[in-house]
């Protein structure tokens, strides 16, 4: 009988020396003459611990991390194969106070099986949600949707019942089921971790969506700098065909649903929904005028379902364990947990699943573990590139959608990005005017030109040419910016460049005014 061992496949993983490690670990075993088998599965979501070896043994998974390719012949003479003690066994990860202080139920299965294995899914739970969907029919689960509270993942909140609601009553002989993908925020790998180590949950999800609102046809757009991801979801959406969970009549039914993966060129303007179904349509990817809403006239001209990945994500469980189950997670209107990704100059970089509430200062600071280089922490951005920078000032601010717009932060897809007493805030502003610019697609003046402005401006502050006009005229390109750009490239570019004013203006002062304030 072979020895299991789990080592995981995503990029973070091998991009530390994963297969390395699985061929070192073939190489020991082979000396020693013994039989193993390497599950690749995905990350647990610590990264300080990958790549993470787990060994199968009698009183569970026992795992040691990080382990590098030239670790693994010690280790193995040391007695890893038999779960012995090291200096970097970790024991049984679940264990860890990261993990067991979690409430996972969208990463449930993420570093527990085989990302690709359809048996590993339905033996964990998958494939519940489906069939209690298809049990109870497509306006049954809208309302499941709808009195769960979920609100979309990915940028305002928006319900995701409501958007369902909209498309099931919109009439089209043709409908589409959208996941966004194209994960581009600073800080942010949640999509990532859940299409490269849980994929049939996603397909399960968006079959679900497909069955409620009527839609046949679903598309995973994906940006082209997650290559694991694009092979991991085209393999499972294969065998999922093979399997029954896509195609013709899913699970016996008399629903049909199937669905395609397509890959975005890189503009972080496509993670915006009307210019994401302009590139799916094989256009340009320029943001659309709204409405009509995608709603009623999306992809194609048809209705159409936009949804990012942690949304869709949370479906199965929902439809699985009912409403009540996910909306009792949560405070006021944010329901359910939110994957919570922690990023920048912190020591527990990785992904912390947890109902809302959650203070900043404790997901910093007790979560997190504070800053890694050991200074004090500054600032810290929630929400990426166009998230607010919040001061040590704010970190009572609870891990919900009003508390944060309450104090001009938005939560977006939740990726926290930590900074410590060495950032200069004006050079970060500064990085969001030019990032804006960049990465506009040019279809309206505020966001095209008023970023370029914004650059300039900026620059002028830092040089000390006439700092006081020039600070009342960034303020007030910032409110233009905000209300007058088409979409939330331009509009949400004036958070973080407000913010950074606002809580730090020593930074915006010169070299002076900076040292003044040091001392």
């Not at 609102?213 to 694009?230: L, N, Q």
């Amino acid at each position: 009988m072979s020895l299991r061992l789990y080592v995981p496949g995503d990029m973070c993983s091998v991009a530390l020396g994963a297969d390395e490690v699985c061929g070192a670990l073939a190489i020991e075993a082979a000396k020693k003459s013994m039989s193993i088998e390497i599950v690749r599965n995905g990350s647990r979501g610590l990264f300080p611990i990958e790549p993470l070896v787990e060994i199968e043994t009698a009183e569970g998974r026992i795992g040691y991390g990080p382990v590098f390719p030239e670790d693994v012949p010690a280790l193995v003479a040391a007695g890893l194969f038999e779960g012995a003690p090291h200096a970097k066994r970790v024991g049984k990860p679940e264990e860890l106070p990261f993990f067991k202080s979690q409430t996972r139920l969208t990463f449930a299965r993420n570093g527990i099986t085989d990302p690709q294995s359809f048996d590993d899914y339905v033996a964990h739970g998958g494939m519940k949600g489906l069939n209690r969907a298809l049990e109870l029919g497509p306006a049954a689960v809208v309302e499941e949707v709808l009195q769960s509270g979920l609100r979309g993942r990915g940028g305002a909140g928006f319900p995701t019942g409501i958007k369902w609601k909209t498309v099931a009553e919109t009439k089209g002989e043709q409908k589409y089921i959208v996941c966004n993908a194209d994960e581009g925020d600073s800080g942010t790998f949640a999509d990532r971790m859940v299409m490269e180590g849980d994929p049939f949950m996603l397909i399960e999800g968006m079959a679900i969506a497909g069955v409620a609102v009527g839609a046949t046809k679903g598309y995973v757009y994906i940006r082209s700098e997650y290559p694991f991801a694009v092979t991991a979801m085209e393999r499972a959406i294969e065998t999922a065909r093979e399997r029954g969970l896509l195609g013709r009549n899913i699970g016996g039914s008399a629903f049909s649903f199937d669905m395609d993966v397509r890959m975005g060129a890189g503009a972080y303007v496509c993670g915006e929904e009307t210019s994401l179904l302009e590139s799916l349509e094989g256009k340009r990817g320029l943001v659309r005028a709204k409405p009509p809403l995608p709603a009623h006239k999306g992809l194609f001209g048809r209705p159409t379902v936009i949804n990012n990945v942690l949304s869709l994500a949370a479906i199965p469980y929902i439809l699985a364990e009912g409403f009540a189950a996910y909306r009792d997670y949560g405070m006021g209107r944010s329901r359910g947990t939110m994957p919570i990704q922690l990023a920048g100059n912190i020591k527990n970089g990785g992904l912390y699943e947890t109902p809302f509430g959650v203070t900043l200062g404790d997901i910093v600071n007790v979560i997190g573990g504070g800053a890694e280089s050991g200074r004090p922490v500054r600032a810290v951005q929630v929400g990426g590139p166009l998230g607010a920078y919040f001061p040590p000032s704010l970190f009572d601010t609870p891990f919900d959608y009003e508390a944060f717009a309450a104090r001009d932060g938005l939560i977006g897809h939740a990726g926290v990005v930590v900074f410590d007493d060495t950032a200069d805030m004006l050079k970060q502003a500064r990085f969001a005017m030019e990032f804006c610019a960049v990465e506009s697609c040019g279809k309206c003046t505020p966001c095209r030109i008023g970023s370029i402005r914004g650059v300039e401006t900026i620059d002028k502050i830092a040089a000390g040419e006439d700092r006081e006009a020039n600070l009342v005229l960034l303020e007030d390109l910032c409110h233009t910016m905000k209300l007058g750009s088409l979409c939330a490239l331009g509009g949400f570019t004036p958070y973080p460049v407000m913010s950074a004013l606002t809580h730090f203006p020593e930074d915006f002062g010169g070299p002076k005014a900076r040292l003044e304030a040091a001392e």
